[in-house]
């Protein structure tokens, strides 16, 4: 029996992934205010509002496949969300600019009884970011919906990070190693 794919993620680049991964898929929303405990440990936010994005979809049968996604970027232990202004998006570059930081990116999968989340971790190093790059970068490319305000696929990680270790595709928005993984074994 060949199930449906459901990606609850409104992210065009995990969208693109999926399809570059050869999956048909229906595009769903999650309806959820993403929250986390203050207390959370930062390596722990991905696969909870991953699985709190799950957990939003009232019922997932056994002929679907309901995947949610979350992406974090942790610097010195601080999680970096989605800028909320160009101005905190500017600061949060200037943050990350010559330094090593996490992006932590979760994935979790529904269907049926099956509920299981797996996260992937991935260390980007930055090159000194000029406040003249930071701000040509925001205005241009307006990362407001990217943790950590910058994509790795755009002109900053084309320009300014130096090294990576862990996946690309972590670092894009979806860990496609773990996400092949747990499919080929549901399909």
């Not at 060949?2 to 999956?23: C, D, N, P």
């Not at 769903?28 to 957990?55: G, I, N």
């Not at 979809?57 to 992406?71: C, H, M, N, Q, S």
């Amino acid at each position: 029996m060949k199930k449906k794919i459901l990606l609850a993620s409104g992210s065009a680049r995990r969208k693109e992934l999926m399809t570059q991964l050869g999956y048909e898929f229906e595009v769903v929303t999650a309806d959820c205010d993403e929250l986390y405990p203050e207390d959370l440990p930062a390596d722990q936010v991905a696969p909870f509002l991953s699985e709190l994005k799950a957990k939003s979809f009232a019922a997932v049968g056994a002929d679907e496949i309901l995947i949610t996604a979350d992406t974090v970027v942790v610097l010195d232990r601080q999680v970096l969300g989605k800028p909320r202004s160009r101005e905190e998006a500017l600061m949060m570059l200037q943050s990350l600019s010559g330094k090593m930081h996490q992006v932590y990116t979760a994935i979790t999968i529904r269907s049926g009884e099956i509920f299981t989340t797996e996260v992937d971790v991935a260390n980007v190093f930055f090159d000194t970011i000029t406040e003249e790059e930071a701000t040509m970068y925001v205005d241009r490319y307006q990362p407001m919906d990217k943790a950590g305000s910058y994509g790795i696929q755009e002109w900053l990680g084309m320009a300014r990070i130096t090294r990576i270790e862990g996946s690309f595709y972590t670092i894009m928005g979806l860990p496609t190693h773990l996400l092949y993984k747990t499919l080929q074994k549901l399909m």
